[in-house]
């Protein structure tokens, strides 16, 4: 029995991996292309995409 659970747990550590990854890759893609201007502490930052 205690086998089954170290199994159970390395496929869900995995499933979260995959899961992680592929909502990261959908959030960089969907970014819009062009210019992207933001102002913080440090000024003005313009930079291109």
Known sequence: MNRNNGLYLVIG???VVVVGLGA???HEE???EGIE???GRNGVS???N
């Open 13 to 15: 550590a995995l499933v």
């Open 24 to 26: 990261y890759i959908f």
């Open 30 to 32: 969907s970014k819009p």
């Open 37 to 39: 201007m933001s102002i």
């Open 46 to 48: 313009i930079e291109q």
